[in-house]
């Protein structure tokens, strides 16, 4: 594979989905909290969970991630998310949980996404995520509730 970097990923499960994440994305991994709910924001696409005194804020996994395969168990787990450099801000990404870790060769991301590829690790096709990508789509997904609800009168 020309041009691929050495990695360390994150594995972890979103309902039947195979996930992985650079670790270099993840500030944190933390056992999911009772989220409060966010003023404007419907309290099944987003909240705040307490994070070290600091409000974090925390969307759903089915809106980032529209899994397939009827209602998901609770989430047992949340990474705190931080692209490098930090200036897209923090997000706390509910999973169901975290597997473990790999270390693998990543090519240049595909496509405008946040699943940048999909590849065999540990016998599963696993999709992996571009931190600052996540970071974006909960962005935009935030603001479409807000100009949806501003545009309402």
Not at 10 to 25: E, K, N, T
């Amino acid at each position: 594979m020309s041009g691929a970097v050495e990695q360390r990923l994150i594995l972890f499960d979103v309902g039947p989905s195979a996930y992985a994440i650079p670790i270099a994305d993840v500030i944190e991994v933390t056992e999911n909290a009772p989220w409060a709910a966010v003023p404007g924001l419907p309290r099944h696409l987003a909240g705040v969970i307490n994070h070290h005194g600091d409000a974090l804020p925390v969307l759903s996994r089915e809106a980032l991630f529209e899994p397939t395969g009827g209602e998901l168990a609770p989430p047992r787990n949340v990474l705190v998310l931080a692209a490098p450099g930090g200036e897209a801000g923090r997000l706390g990404l509910p999973v169901d949980r975290v597997v473990g870790l790999a270390d693998a060769a990543l090519g240049a991301p595909q496509g405008s996404g946040p699943v940048v590829e999909r590849r065999p690790l540990r016998g599963r096709i696993v999709f992996v995520l571009d931190g600052r990508r996540m970071l974006s789509r909960a962005a935009a997904l935030i603001d479409g509730v807000g100009e949806a609800g501003s545009g309402a009168r």
